[in-house]
């Protein structure tokens, strides 16, 4: 429901808002999520009004984001450096957002957005945008992002704007030669500016116009613009059409411009190109050879690449897919059936796509055959050995999974524990004696009285291990287990799992509705299911009281992006009154979806008394993997919907002076008096002045 306040109104209630945040966050829950907060906006010139959209992404393994607080540097209240002019254009969809001024109360200090109707599940992001003007001083000014999730974890991010008055020049420009000793077809050109500039402003579309020759050339050409990464230096490649002569001069226009917007203020005379005479008799080396782990197993697998980069361009024809074995010898393992290969344009760096049945060790090395030539025919030169495929990245814990074999909804020994790695382990690296010290709990708790026939791998892929629980275990759900670094996978790299680690999980699945809801009107409760895998059907009985509930539909729930229809509904009678809803869903495919969501939603109508209340449960349940077999999980029901009269904004099933003060509390914004179904009393979906006359006349029996 939205509220209407004066403007005093909404001062008055921003700065109580501000205060409740104040203090809800002096003594912060621990982060159940963690927060990564960027800028599309990296600079601006003093002065200058910047829209600025901040993406809030949540790198967490918990909760959804459901409030997010962005203080408009410096942080608190000592007077905002930033002027926010506005902010109301950019609001995500599902969202609201409040307002605190700094303590001369002319300026944002805070933008406090609050989920209604939407959050920022694991792994995924939300835009939320502004308009500020740029204060008049240079520095670099840090916005801190604040975000409290569902279960109340709060999570701190900071982006960075800078803003810069000094405009940038161009200090040198550097000719690479390719071997014909004169300004030529792939030849390169570095230019070195004096301090962070706006790549845009020099790209192959451009750079002709913005970067202009002044002497007797007239183009580039060029064939690529490539910035390094702090965006000091342009390395253009020149294409085939390139006029460019010595003695030519380059002076950037006016458009070429530093990060913050400064124009460029070379000096007039601009920056001579010099032409050095080079020439090529010297033979090319294998710098180095990058994996790029495509599936991010964590291991080097089919799919995954190799890029080879040489120090020139190379003669291309000598390194083709028939010869790849021998041209670019493994000193051990092969490439794999149907390995691919690219060369770049510039002839400088080999793509390897590995095939199939690859098998390249950790530290393997190459060394070119001397028929490996660059493009003015010198031989190979790389010194003996060749530098090493380092696959250096240690295995990571993916998950922990909970089997519930005795269905006792607690954890107890001939239990098991399945534990996820990203890749082929060392099975040796884990056994019955050291597994509490290799992995251990966060609690430190026991796995019992092993033998070896409790521990199984699935080999030979080695990546999934079983433990069947002992004797004396002391395990607890959601504890969680990051691995000893004396884990490792089987080129020895050890493990490299984040943080705690994942939690020991089991399926839940929960009944969430709303406490307390207007006699008459329809409202939602959603069926919530976490830490599922493999799920492809399920089927339950949704229980309620049908004098007080009534159930209209039952619509699919989605677990990340897949949907889960619902296959079919069916009433539960007792003699001709219904009692319930058999439901049965089915996820489309095959291959299940796994994670965290709904699993649908209950769409019901209250037609109930005022005062009346029913219990929505769950029974005769059953959840159903991709393989066919069960996964066990906890049902929760017992969620209670009460009713709220019009006007009951105290929700004790009356209308009295009671209600009067609560609904002017609400409108106040008074943080320990929240919306109440009741408080409408119009039912115009706001909650303002109108509905405190409203009960005034329905309490003095004028209504």
């Given at each position: 429901m939205k509220h209407k306040f004066s403007l005093m109104g909404r001062v008055a209630i921003a700065l109580v808002l501000a205060l409740s945040l104040s203090l809800v966050m002096a003594a912060p829950v621990a982060a159940a999520h963690t927060v990564s907060a960027t800028s599309d906006v990296a600079g601006s010139t003093p002065g200058a009004s910047k829209t600025i959209t901040v993406t809030v992404g949540n790198t967490g393994a918990a909760e959804a984001i459901d409030v997010v607080v962005i203080d408009i540097?410096?942080?608190?209240?000592?007077?905002?450096?930033?002027?926010?002019t506005e902010f109301a254009a950019g609001i995500p969809t599902g969202w609201e957002v409040a307002v605190a001024t700094d303590k001369y109360g002319d300026r944002i200090d805070t933008l406090?957005?609050?989920?209604?109707?939407?959050?920022?599940?694991?792994?995924?992001?939300?835009?939320?945008?502004?308009?500020?003007?740029?204060?008049?001083?240079?520095?670099?000014?840090?916005?801190?992002?604040?975000?409290?999730?569902?279960?109340?974890?709060?999570?701190?991010?900071?982006?960075?704007?800078?803003?810069?008055?000094?405009?940038?020049?161009?200090?040198?420009?550097?000719?690479?030669?390719?071997?014909?000793?004169?300004?030529g077809v792939d030849d390169t050109l570095v230019f070195t500016f004096s301090e962070d500039m706006d790549p845009l402003t020099v790209t192959t579309a451009n750079i002709d116009a913005n970067l202009p020759i002044t002497g007797t050339g007239t183009t580039y050409d060029a064939a690529s613009v490539v910035w390094n990464v702090s965006d000091t230096v342009a390395t253009v490649t020149l294409g085939a059409s390139v006029d460019i002569a010595s003695g030519d001069t380059v002076n950037p226009t006016d458009d070429v411009t530093d990060v913050a917007g400064n124009p460029d203020a070379t000096v007039p005379t601009g920056v001579p190109l010099a032409l050095p005479t080079i020439e090529d008799d010297v033979g090319p080396t294998l710098?180095?050879?990058?994996?790029?782990?495509?599936?991010?197993?964590?291991?080097?697998?089919?799919?995954?690449?190799?890029?080879?980069?040489?120090?020139?361009?190379?003669?291309?024809?000598?390194?083709?897919?028939?010869?790849?074995?021998?041209?670019?010898?493994?000193?051990a393992g092969s490439?794999?059936?149907?390995?691919?290969?690219?060369?770049?344009?510039?002839?400088?760096?080999?793509?390897?796509?590995?095939?199939?049945?690859?098998?390249?060790l950790d530290l393997a090395t190459v060394d070119p055959d001397p028929l490996v030539t660059d493009a003015a025919g010198n031989a190979d030169d790389t010194a003996a050995g060749g530098p090493a495929i380092d696959e250096d990245v240690g295995p990571i814990l993916r998950s922990i999974t909970w089997n519930d074999l005795d269905s006792s909804a607690s954890i107890n020994p001939g239990d098991t524990l399945t534990f996820v790695f990203s890749e082929k382990m060392n099975t040796t690296t884990i056994d019955n004696n050291n597994i509490g010290a290799?992995?251990?709990?966060?609690?430190?708790?026991?796995?019992?009285?092993?033998?070896a026939g409790n521990l199984s791998w699935n080999d030979p892929d080695n990546y999934i291990l079983a433990v069947t629980l002992g004797t004396g275990t002391t395990i607890q759900p959601n504890e969680t287990v990051n691995p000893d670094v004396a884990v490792t996978d089987v080129a020895g790299n050890g493990d490299a799992t984040d943080?705690?680690?994942?939690?020991?999980?089991?399926?839940?699945?929960?009944?969430?509705?709303?406490?307390?809801?207007?006699?008459?009107?329809?409202?939602?409760?959603?069926?919530?299911?976490?830490?599922?895998?493999?799920?492809?059907?399920?089927?339950?009985?949704?229980?309620?009281?049908?004098?007080?509930?009534?159930?209209?539909?039952?619509?699919?729930?989605?677990?990340?992006?897949?949907?889960?229809?619902?296959?079919?509904?069916t009433n539960i009678l007792d003699v001709d009154l219904v009692v319930g809803v058999r439901v049965v869903q089915n996820v489309s495919g095959t291959a299940g979806v796994s994670g965290s969501g709904t699993l649908a939603v209950l769409n019901f109508t209250f037609i109930g008394n005022s005062g009346e209340n029913s219990t929505i449960t769950l029974d005769i349940t059953m959840l159903s993997d991709k393989d066919a077999n069960e996964i066990y999980a906890n049902w929760f029901g017992d969620l209670v919907a009460a009713t709220a009269l019009v006007g009951d904004a105290n929700g004790d099933g009356s209308l009295n002076a009671l209600d009067i003060t609560k609904i002017e509390l609400i409108v106040a914004g008074d943080p320990d008096h929240p919306e109440t179904p009741g408080a409408d009393a119009n039912e115009d979906g706001n909650i303002d002045a109108l509905d405190i006359t409203k009960v005034e006349l329905l309490v003095g029996g004028f209504l």
């Open positions: 540097p410096p942080p608190g209240d000592l007077g905002s450096t930033w002027n926010v406090t957005y609050t989920g209604l109707t939407d959050t920022i599940p694991i792994g995924e992001s939300d835009d939320f945008t502004f308009t500020a003007t740029a204060p008049a001083w240079a520095g670099d000014y840090i916005f801190t992002v604040n975000t409290t999730d569902t279960v109340m974890g709060t999570a701190t991010g900071t982006f960075t704007i800078v803003v810069d008055g000094t405009s940038p020049v161009l200090n040198t420009i550097a000719w690479g030669d390719e071997g014909s000793t004169d300004i710098n180095t050879i990058v994996w790029a782990d495509g599936d991010n197993s964590t291991g080097i697998n089919a799919g995954d690449t190799l890029v080879f980069t040489f120090s020139e361009a190379m003669d291309t024809t000598t390194v083709a897919v028939g010869t790849l074995s021998s041209r670019l010898p493994l000193s490439y794999g059936d149907g390995a691919t290969i690219a060369w770049a344009t510039d002839g400088k760096s080999l793509t390897v796509t590995l095939g199939t049945n690859v098998n390249i290799r992995l251990a709990t966060s609690e430190g708790h026991s796995y019992g009285t092993l033998t943080g705690d680690g994942p939690p020991i999980a089991q399926v839940t699945v929960s009944v969430d509705a709303p406490a307390t809801v207007v006699q008459g009107q329809s409202f939602v409760a959603t069926l919530n299911i976490t830490d599922v895998t493999g799920l492809d059907a399920a089927s339950y009985n949704v229980m309620f009281d049908s004098a007080i509930l009534e159930l209209t539909s039952v619509t699919a729930g989605t677990v990340g992006t897949t949907a889960i229809p619902v296959g079919a509904t």
